[in-house]
């Protein structure tokens, strides 16, 4: 993709806050990229790298910008108000991760708004409105009050907002943060859709790496900075109609909980996408980097069957050694967790091989409840709700479902965290037997 005119262009872009004083904190610095009509762009980075006000800064919502933002041949930071104006109403439209949607109209109401502002013809302007919410299944919801609708089908009627007035991009800010999987993984589909099929220029923001695939080019940003830049040369074909093709139902299940799973991460990038979401869960909170390279010791665990102690040697040694430098409490802790991880991965593979035996199913239901921490008697029952997963029949959320639901109605029983928590484990390994 490498079309002659870039939709949007900066020129030595930064933006500083309360300059010349104290506190003064540059949140951009010389930032100079190229974003190319149609393309779809992730702005990737922790928390506090300046993600999010370049994005704003493309927006022409960003003040204290220096340096230039050009849409097409025009700088944005030079336009009057009116055409800021203009620019706002009929070149961008935005979505953000709260939806701010106004609660006190009704959902028809809140994505005709901008077209009020255009002074659009009533008739015309509910039309529209109609046409959008029918396209992303949530027309049924027109007289609703936002807070009656899920967060996805909120983050739906926020789409079809930010697309009313037909704008040339999309911009939007983590706009998967407040959804559960399942709705990210809807929200994520239909943005790629509007890229691919619409040929919308899309600039998203996200911290979150499983989303860096659905991308044509990723800028890394550090510290208000963009560290390096990578292109998806074969982007994920994420389209609507694929999915519907007949694909394995196990991976089927786990692409609701695991939504950048397709067909395409089968094969040389299954081993590194398993470590990942291993990685993920148990180093929760550590930096990119440590998470990044702990990958790799995952991959050798599950490759080539390394021990239980060359996973705590890696974490202990030293980082001049080649390690993680962690201390050897916490190397321990975290390296018994990814061991066990495996070692119930090594069994389930097994079962796959050999059927599926009652004792399989038993050794997995006590692997959860000590990782749970948590006791409970009526092991025929939660031995039951495991093996519909295991056996392919529920998904992860039908799991935590029955695991949280009263005993009477056929549930566990258990308290939501503890439903949750197992579900997302059980969930895991079955990500890790997966072939």
């Known amino acids: 993709m490498t079309p002659s005119k870039p939709i949007i262009k900066t020129n ?43 994005l704003y800064s493309i927006a022409g919502l ?57 002074g659009a013809p009533v008739m015309e302007r509910k039309k529209r409105t109609m046409e959008l919410l029918a396209h992303f299944g949530v027309a049924e919801q027109a007289g609703k009050l936002p807070l009656e609708l899920s967060g996805g089908q909120q983050q739906r009627v926020a789409i079809c907002r930010a697309l009313i007035n037909e704008p040339e991009i999309l911009l939007a800010d983590e706009p998967v943060g407040n959804l559960d999987t399942k709705s990210a993984h809807d929200v994520m589909l239909l943005l790629q859709e509007l890229n691919q099929k619409q040929k919308k220029t899309v600039v998203l923001v996200t911290h979150d790496p499983s989303y860096l695939d659905y991308g044509h080019r990723v800028f890394h940003m550090r510290d208000g900075r963009i560290m390096r830049t990578d292109v998806n040369e074969s982007v994920l074909q994420i389209k609507k109609d694929k999915l519907e093709t007949p694909i394995p139902k196990e991976l089927e299940l786990l692409v609701r909980t695991y939504s950048s799973l397709l067909p395409n991460n089968v094969g040389s990038l299954l081993i590194p996408f398993k470590a990942k979401q291993i990685i993920s ?14 990958g790799k010791a995952v991959e050798n665990l599950l490759i080539n069957r390394a021990s239980s102690g060359a996973v705590l040697n890696y974490f202990d040694k030293s980082e001049k050694e080649g390690g993680l430098g962690m201390d050897k409490r916490t190397a321990a802790y975290l390296a018994n ?33 000590d990782y749970a921490n948590v006791s409970y008697d009526n092991t025929g029952l939660l031995e039951k709700i495991i093996k519909t997963r295991l056996e392919n029949k529920f998904d992860k959320n ?38």
Do not use: W
């Open 337 to 369: 967790e990814i061991n066990g991880i495996a070692e119930k991965i090594r069994l389930l593979e097994r079962h796959d091989e050999n059927g599926l035996r009652q004792e399989i199913i038993g050794e997995i239901r006590g692997y959860l409840l």
């Open 12 to 54: 030595k872009l930064a933006v500083t806050y309360f300059a010349g004083l104290d506190n003064e904190a540059r949140a951009l610095q010389d930032i100079n990229i190229e974003i190319h009509p149609g393309e779809f762009i992730i702005l990737f980075g922790p928390s506090g790298c300046g993600k999010s006000t370049l």
């Open 398 to 435: 039908e799991v935590e479902k029955y695991l949280d639901m009263p005993i009477k109605e056929g549930g566990a029983g258990l308290d939501k965290r503890t439903a949750k928590k197992m579900a997302q484990r059980l969930e895991l390994l079955m990500l890790g037997k997966y072939k």
């Open 281 to 294: 869960e148990i180093l929760t909170g550590m930096p990119l980097e440590n998470i990044e390279r702990a």
């Open 62 to 118: 960003q003040p204290n910008v220096q340096g230039s933002i050009f849409f097409y041949d025009k700088d944005i930071i030079l336009f009057s108000k009116k055409e800021l104006e203009n620019y706002h109403q009929k070149k961008t439209g935005m979505v953000f991760q709260a939806f701010y949607l106004i609660n006190s109209v009704t959902v028809e109401k809140n994505v005709m708004l901008p077209q009020i502002a255009l």
